[in-house]
């Protein structure tokens, strides 16, 4: 279970989070955490979160967002809103230094619990050479989690979800792995 001052660490994607604010701490009300990205590293995929603000404050270096409405470059000592199910993908813009945003998530859901997962499984060797979990894994996430990957239609993700994640899990696929999140 995350807690207020505790690291999780990707050795796959190099990325860093160490928890400001948890569900707990704010009865729900939203997730805060200042996340260190490695120089050039990326999120893999383009997503969007449904119920979910996402804002970045970036404090150290430069993130390029991609929205919608084209590529959007955050520095240091700016914030970049998400509204909810906006699709976007972000990058640390330098190949050389890391770079540093304080991450919130309004409400927070269960994001912590989807982070520290997808990092056990990548520190554990169970994901792709660049951080992405299996597919039948997402499937297996998607309606629990809330994350949802840019181009099949909403409700076809939640359709196979629910289908392939029930296969999934015939498979020894698991939305929780208690070994994560203890």
Do not use: C
Request: glycine residues 8%.
């Amino acid at each position: 279970m995350a807690a207020k001052s505790n690291i999780i660490y990707n050795k796959v994607t190099r990325e860093k989070i160490t928890w400001i604010e948890t569900s707990h701490d704010t009865n729900g009300e939203r997730l805060t955490f200042l996340f260190e990205v490695a120089p050039g590293g990326k999120l893999p995929v383009t997503h969007y979160h449904p119920e979910q603000t996402e804002s970045f404050n970036v404090t150290t270096g430069v993130f390029q967002v991609k929205l919608p409405d084209g590529i959007h470059t955050v520095n240091a000592g700016e914030r970049l809103v998400i509204p909810k199910g906006i699709p976007h993908k972000w990058w640390n813009k330098s190949g050389s230094n890391s770079a540093k945003m304080m991450v919130t998530f309004e409400p927070a859901l269960n994001t912590e619990t989807f982070l520290e997962q997808f990092y056990g499984l990548s520190n554990d060797g169970k994901t792709k050479p660049d951080g992405t979990p299996a597919f039948l894994q997402l499937m297996v996430w998607v309606n629990k989690y809330q994350v949802f990957i840019m181009g099949p239609p909403f409700f076809i993700q939640k359709l196979m979800g629910y289908i392939l994640g029930g296969v999934a899990r015939l498979f020894g696929f698991k939305n929780y792995y208690p070994q994560y999140s203890r």
